[in-house]
């Protein structure tokens, strides 16, 4: 009898023991740990190709690691695998390196905004990604009844969906990949035929005029503000970039 008592109760505090051991090292049910960027999008299973995008040229870490000391924050435009889909065939292969990155970057804002902040937000918003001139592209926000809509100028789409949603991260899913305007202006062969140029070239066969080409509203780039900032950042990303190809 006495000896069932005991060892009933060693029993039981050996159970405690490994109770108390297994809690310890269990994984937390809620993930309670460090802000996990492309671990949001990775769970979420409709991020391949942007996962891969900021994968390759290494912005996905960028982010990452500035996360941790940022006092602004960063909003970032998740285009779905539908939107890749649904680009036209070859558009991305036909970008180099750098260009790589300045979509990606375009997809980034240095600042976290809420939807309502989207809402009311003054015109142009500037992105992490910068032209070569250094000016920040910028993207425009309109909002009416909480639904907000994005645009880059040549593309427009309504922000569906907060995948995440505290300061310092904002994540908003967007089903176009948003193509910055300054890609269709100057040298790029997905931009219409314009009859101006042809002439401009005169009886050389080669036009060394791409970065002067047709662009109507070339001039009118509004986004100069924060042009350092953002220089910085591409510039290394450009060159690690052009490392991680090579
Ligand atoms: C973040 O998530 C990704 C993808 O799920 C994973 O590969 C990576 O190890 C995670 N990083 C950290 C620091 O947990
Ligand atoms: C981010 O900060 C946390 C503490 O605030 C620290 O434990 C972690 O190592 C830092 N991560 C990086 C990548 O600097
Ligand atoms: C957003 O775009 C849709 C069409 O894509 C349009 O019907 C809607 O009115 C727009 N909303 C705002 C607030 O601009
Ligand atoms: C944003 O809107 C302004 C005028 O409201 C326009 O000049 C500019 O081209 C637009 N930019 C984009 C990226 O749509
Ligand atoms: C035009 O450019 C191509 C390659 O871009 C080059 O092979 C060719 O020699 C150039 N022709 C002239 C006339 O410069």
Redesign the pocket.
Known sequence: MASALVSSTVLSVFLVLIATVSAQTAPAPAPSGPLNFTGILDKNGQYTYFLRFLADTQVGSQVQIQLNTTTEGFTVFAPTDNAFNNLKPGLINSLDPQKKVELVLYHVLPKFYTLNDLQFVSNPVRTQATGQDGAAYGLNF????N???VSSGVV???INNALYQKKPLAIYQVDKVLLPEAFFEASSPAAAPSPATKKASGSKSNSTASSTADGPSASDNSGSMGRNIGMGLVLGLALACMGFLS
């Open positions: 309109t909002g009416q009844n639904q907000v809509n427009e789409t309504q």
